[in-house]
């Protein structure tokens, strides 16, 4: 298991260029199993998520191709619906493809993706959609069969405004016959993105980025080509860093408008942003100032994709600050690891107490989950001394070479990975 090894204390400074956002092109590269054809999708990142998810597109007998950022596909040798439960828990995000496999093909067959170290992650709310749309759903243990003849447009509204389930009934819903409404949708700007790719392929849909979605089905879609939108939390860790180590950033290729809960925060702890078009500059020389309270919840409130990174910073304020988590059960994971290094973080059930402390120490931690990891190296960047920061491979589900990245900012930061002969060499 790869390694990174950090030597702390520099301030981060120069500019970057943002990757695409990865959880609008998971759901985007699903969608393509909707028509029949070559699609181009361009801005996907080399990250371990895109790769487990072309390696299921190949399994149902899609040609794929990722060379830099452009994905490459063919879907008209598409040619089954059944997902490998192997490859189901390798991501979880897999789930996206019931939706358009049951359009595309009347049935699907995928496995309870279970969960993973953040929560439980249910899926109750996609497979309720997919039944008011006429599916028909078999639980066999962990394997779900998904029938139906034909799928039917039907008004759903989600308990909760779940990401992946309006995801996945949006798609399933463009070939449905008649109108769909999914009501307390989702509103993230990663559904906006899918929006615009299926209604560029000729889909209907409108309403994506507010709490009501309606899909008028059509008959086919028409491949196209596609640009992913920036990745909102990259976007939100890069400049959390560069607060965090007192530097000067600027960051290219982003959406701010994506970002306001986070920039709001900032701003209050008295770092200095500057927004102009798709640029965002980022710079503070001074002790960050404590928040009193913030709660994640669902777009366009504070992401809870960014709460790890952010406690970084609080645990380094002059100050006590609280930290409401209420949408995974288990996103405090970090908090243990954060302690290691020096911090003052009391978890309360879903609230953590963070007493800021005037240093971090360099130790030896362990990524337990993709956000925690990359808190955990933004701590590492503002610590004193060497962190190594163990199981990166969490890290690279959602970072394309996140010591690349952070090295054009002047990191001290260096990959190990292991050799057989189990010597650690750079
Ligand atoms: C998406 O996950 C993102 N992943 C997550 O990002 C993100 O944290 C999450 O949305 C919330 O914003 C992708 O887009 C690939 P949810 P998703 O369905 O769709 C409960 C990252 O770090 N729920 O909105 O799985 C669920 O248990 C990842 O990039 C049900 O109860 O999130 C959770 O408590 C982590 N039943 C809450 O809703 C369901 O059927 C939010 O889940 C579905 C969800």
Redesign the pocket.
Known sequence: MDKLVIEGGKPLSGTIVIQGA??AA?PILAACMLVEGKVTIDHVPKLLDIDVMLNILRELGCRAEHDDQTVRLDTSSLHSSHIPEALMRQM??SIFLMGPLLARFGEVTIYQPGGCA?????????LSGLEALGAEIEEDGSRIVCYAKKLMGAEIHLD?P????TENIMMAAVLAEGLTTISNA?R?P?IQDLQHFLNRMGAKIIGAGTDTITVEGVEKLTPCSYQVIPDR?VTGTVMVAAAATRGQVTLLNTCPSHLTSLIHVLRRTGVQIAVDGDIIKVGTASRPKSIDRIVTS?YPAF???LQSQIMVLLALADGVSVMKET??EGRFKHVDELARMGADIRVDLSSAFIRGVSRLYGATVEATD??AGAALVIAGLAAQGKTVVEQVHHIDR?YDRIETMLGRLGARITRFSPVPNNTIVP
């Open positions: 990865k959880n998971l979880r995000s953040i929560g439980e992650r249910k899926i109750d709310l996609h909760f779940s990401v992946g389930a989702a993230e990663e939390i669902p992401p809870t994709d949408i995974f993709l956000r959602g």
